[in-house]
């Protein structure tokens, strides 16, 4: 057996509408698969990519600058699609493929590292903030992996 291939599409959806819960499945659907490049809207009244359910992600970290560090939980969105059979995982922009923290908060630890050459312990403070157990950063290393 086969695993189907799997793909991360950014909505331009604000994270505030997928902090509420799942966003409507129509107003997240990608227009295309990203995969296979079929239609994935209604074709005479069928849907190439057709709901697959939702994912609990986790998500640390400052959702935009300037914002504290927190930890939450949201929804993300999958659809299967009907021509190659892949599965679409739909979050909002600030999600990281295979990284917990949200995008502002990586890209915040970056600048702190390099632009103003702090220490990984100032670093890492200001990035979990009051987020209980979040891992350290490690020197950023993992998080320049695959870069």
């Known amino acids: 057996m086969t695993r189907s ?3 991360i599409v950014r909505s331009d959806l604000d994270i505030k ?7 409507d499945i129509n107003a997240v659907r990608p227009a295309v698969c990203p ?10 009244g069928r849907f190439n990519l057709v709901g697959h359910g939702v994912r609990l992600r986790q998500l640390r970290g400052p959702l935009s ?3 504290p560090s927190t ?3 949201l929804f993300a969105r999958r659809f299967r699609c009907r021509n190659c059979s892949s599965v679409v995982l739909v979050a909002p922009r600030v999600v990281v493929p295979g990284r917990h923290y949200a995008a502002p908060a990586i890209a915040g630890a970056f ?3 390099g632009v103003r050459r702090e220490r990984p312990a100032q670093v890492e403070g200001a990035t979990r903030g009051a987020v209980r157990g979040a891992s350290t ?3 950023g290393g993992r998080w320049t ?3």
């Open 145 to 147: 992996a695959g870069c």
């Open 137 to 139: 950063i490690a020197g």
């Open 71 to 73: 930890e939450r939980v």
């Open 17 to 23: 509408f997928w902090l509420d819960g799942a966003p």
């Open 5 to 7: 291939a799997f793909s």
């Open 65 to 67: 600058p300037g914002d």
């Open 35 to 44: 995969c296979c490049q079929a239609t994935g809207g209604a074709l005479g």
């Open 111 to 113: 600048a702190r590292f």
